[in-house]
């Protein structure tokens, strides 16, 4: 996420020079945890919790579990990532919901730390697990809160209760008692109460937070804290908690560019779970908090397990049964294609979900200038086709592309590139649905057995090689010779040397990516 960026960085840059030894001495995990401490104070974590972090990281760098490891540098990585997971709140917390409905929950926090939005977002995201959940205007206090809550709602698809007018005019104790009544007569199953925040810390909001939560009872009192405050963020929390006593955290435009590191220490100095992270401004932009993915981001190792949820719930099961089965028999065409790419967009931002892979922290500059609107003008260009041409590209002749390229804004070269790209793709797409490995361009066969996905794999196989050194013989027998044609370019658009082919170490994480061992 953007808002740990510098401090992964940092970490990852002090993990890369800890690999380079073979044996770890005292002062190499002195040295690394002095680089741990100024990452984490440079990012704004609070001091207590990175003296008690480091302490514990050096105590354990130091003991049996990794002298003994036949990977020192590995196991201090896996020490301060489970050690993250812990000040991150250690696991994850989900809401707690009412025995009998409905369940009350009630969002405390500053002026401008996101409440109003984040209510919305919530009850979008309840709607979706099933949940019928009420809005109540209980911030009476901000120029038009009601009505900026009253916009989110609809936005979210959720009903709101809101009698009162605000701008100063009401009693939000009232409000959101009666809220409370009007949703059980309504049989809605959930409330979220959004109540009024300030500035800064005052007598006056407490006051009116802990009126509000004695009046209806709530089932959670959630906190909504800017990611982006800075070191005010600890003493705002302790403040909430001796006034209110919150039962959870939600984190903030955690996509902002702030150091936010602040927000790693909430956790650990209030001993309350994070159970939610706001990551962008639309409403469907709110993840559940996961501290150890959120350790392994930090930490560039990814976050699969979050990807593979939203894939799964972006595209639909029935619709990639039928583009399987087209595959298998070759028949997959543009219009499969399209509609891929509609269900991919779905998933969202492109840059995030590349962010999410492991070891992309040090490809940033080349995920940063990633064009998002590049799949919109796929999408053009595909739907300036007949049904007919989309159906059979092979028939796109000159003419034909000269008429989709001016029907779209495009040049012809470009509609020359897409369908070079859909060929490519389908090619691989076939192979694998046959059960072979892929040929990706500038990387050769990759996973499984090399050779093994093609007939030209086949055909080198069967013939041999001539070649008297055993090991160029051998390697040539495999498909990945030093006669096998040089590739052009990146498969990734990443701006490979032409004929380039990955390390050893490439290869195996792309194996295990895919699944191999």
């Given at each position: 996420?953007?808002?740990?960026?510098?401090?992964?960085?940092?970490l990852t840059e002090t993990f890369r020079n800890l690999r380079t030894k073979g044996k770890?001495?005292?002062?190499?995990?002195?040295?690394?945890?002095?680089?741990?401490?100024?990452?984490?104070?440079?990012?704004?974590?609070?001091?207590?919790?990175?003296?008690?972090?480091?302490?514990?990281?050096?105590?354990?760098a130091l003991s049996d579990e990794v002298n003994k490891a036949l990977n020192p540098a590995?196991?201090?990585?896996?020490?301060?990532?489970?050690?993250?997971?812990?000040?991150?709140?250690?696991?994850?917390?989900?809401?707690?919901?009412?025995?009998?409905?409905?369940?009350?929950?009630?969002?405390?926090?500053?002026?401008?730390?996101?409440?109003?939005?984040?209510?919305?977002?919530?009850?979008?995201?309840?709607?979706?697990?099933?949940?019928?959940?009420?809005?109540?205007?209980?911030?009476?206090?901000?120029?038009?809160?009601?009505?900026?809550?009253?916009?989110?709602?609809?936005?979210?698809?959720?009903?709101?209760?809101?009698?009162?007018?605000?701008?100063?005019?009401?009693?939000?104790?009232?409000?959101?008692?009666?809220?409370?009544?009007?949703?059980?007569?309504?049989?809605?199953?959930?409330?979220?109460?959004?109540?009024?925040?300030?500035?800064?810390?005052?007598?006056?909001?407490?006051?009116?937070?802990?009126?509000?939560?004695?009046?209806?009872?709530?089932?959670?009192?959630?906190?909504?804290?800017?990611?982006?405050?800075?070191?005010?963020?600890?003493?705002?929390?302790?403040?909430?908690?001796?006034?209110?006593?919150?039962?959870?955290?939600?984190?903030?435009?955690?996509?902002?560019?702030?150091?936010?590191?602040?927000?790693?220490?909430?956790?650990?100095?209030?001993?309350?779970?994070?159970?939610?992270?706001?990551?962008?401004?639309?409403?469907?932009?709110?993840?559940?908090?996961?501290?150890?993915?959120?350790?392994?981001?930090?930490?560039?190792?990814?976050?699969?397990?979050?990807?593979?949820?939203?894939?799964?719930?972006?595209?639909?099961?029935?619709?990639?049964?039928?583009?399987?089965?087209?595959?298998?028999?070759?028949?997959?065409?543009?219009?499969?294609?399209?509609?891929?790419?509609?269900?991919?967009?779905?998933?969202?931002?492109?840059?995030?979900?590349?962010?999410?892979?492991?070891?992309?922290?040090?490809?940033?500059?080349?995920?940063?200038?990633?064009?998002?609107?590049?799949?919109?003008?796929?999408?053009?260009?595909?739907?300036?086709?007949?049904?007919?041409?989309?159906?059979?590209?092979?028939?796109?002749?000159?003419?034909?592309?000269?008429?989709?390229?001016?029907?779209?804004?495009?040049?012809?070269?470009?509609?020359?590139?897409?369908?070079?790209?859909?060929?490519?793709?389908?090619?691989?797409?076939?192979?694998?649905?046959?059960?072979?490995?892929?040929?990706?361009?500038?990387?050769?066969?990759?996973?499984?057995?090399?050779?093994?996905?093609?007939?030209?794999?086949?055909?080198?196989?069967?013939?041999?090689?001539?070649?008297?050194?055993?090991?160029?013989?051998?390697?040539?027998?495999?498909?990945?010779?030093?006669?096998?044609?040089?590739?052009?370019?990146?498969?990734?658009?990443?701006?490979?040397?032409?004929?380039?082919?990955?390390?050893?170490?490439?290869?195996?994480?792309?194996?295990?990516?895919?699944?191999?061992?």
């Amino acid at each position: 996420m953007a808002t740990f960026g510098t401090l992964s960085d940092r970490l990852t840059e002090t993990f890369r020079n800890l690999r380079t030894k073979g044996k770890l001495t005292p002062a190499d995990v002195d040295g690394t945890v002095r680089e741990i401490r100024r990452a984490l104070l440079d990012a704004d974590v609070a001091l207590v919790v990175v003296k008690e972090f480091t302490a514990k990281v050096r105590e354990r760098a130091l003991s049996d579990e990794v002298n003994k490891a036949l990977n020192p540098a590995q196991q201090v990585v896996q020490i301060v990532n489970e050690e993250l997971i812990h000040i991150l709140g250690g696991r994850q917390r989900r809401l707690q919901f009412a025995k009998t409905a409905p369940t009350v929950i009630m969002l405390a926090g500053l002026q401008g730390s996101g409440k109003t939005t984040f209510a919305g977002k919530l009850a979008k995201l309840l709607e979706s697990d099933g949940h019928t959940p009420m809005l109540v205007a209980a911030d009476l206090q901000r120029p038009n809160a009601v009505n900026q809550l009253q916009v989110v709602a609809e936005r979210a698809g959720a009903a709101i209760y809101a009698p009162e007018p605000g701008n100063g005019v009401g009693d939000p104790v009232k409000v959101a008692r009666e809220g409370v009544e009007a949703a059980r007569r309504q049989q809605y199953d959930t409330v979220i109460i959004d109540t009024a925040g300030r500035l800064g810390v005052d007598a006056e909001l407490m006051k009116q937070a802990a009126d509000i939560r004695r009046a209806v009872n709530p089932d959670e009192v959630l906190f909504v804290i800017d990611a982006m405050i800075g070191q005010d963020a600890v003493n705002t929390a302790k403040a909430f908690q001796d006034g209110v006593d919150f039962t959870g955290v939600v984190l903030s435009k955690l996509d902002g560019d702030a150091r936010g590191g602040a927000a790693l220490s909430v956790a650990s100095i209030t001993g309350r779970p994070i159970i939610y992270a706001s990551t962008g401004e639309g409403l469907d932009d709110l993840e559940p908090f996961h501290p150890d993915r959120m350790a392994s981001r930090i930490l560039d190792l990814g976050d699969i397990l979050t990807l593979i949820e939203q894939a799964q719930q972006a595209f639909d099961e029935a619709e990639a049964l039928k583009v399987a089965e087209k595959l298998a028999s070759e028949t997959f065409t543009l219009e499969d294609f399209l509609d891929q790419m509609q269900q991919f967009k779905k998933m969202g931002s492109m840059k995030k979900m590349l962010s999410m892979l492991p070891g992309t922290g040090q490809m940033k500059q080349q995920i940063e200038n990633f064009d998002e609107r590049e799949i919109d003008r796929t999408e053009a260009i595909i739907r300036s086709m007949t049904p007919y041409e989309r159906r059979n590209p092979k028939i796109l002749n000159g003419s034909r592309r000269l008429r989709i390229a001016r029907g779209c804004g495009m040049t012809v070269t470009d509609v020359n590139q897409l369908v070079q790209r859909f060929d490519q793709a389908a090619k691989m797409m076939k192979t694998v649905a046959r059960g072979g490995v892929p040929n990706i361009p500038g990387m050769g066969p990759v996973g499984g057995k090399p050779g093994a996905s093609s007939k030209r794999g086949k055909q080198q196989k069967a013939k041999g090689s001539r070649s008297g050194n055993p090991a160029k013989r051998a390697a040539e027998n495999a498909g990945v010779g030093a006669e096998a044609p040089a590739a052009q370019g990146s498969g990734f658009g990443l701006g490979g040397k032409p004929g380039a082919q990955p390390s050893e170490a490439d290869l195996a994480a792309v194996q295990k990516l895919l699944g191999g061992r």
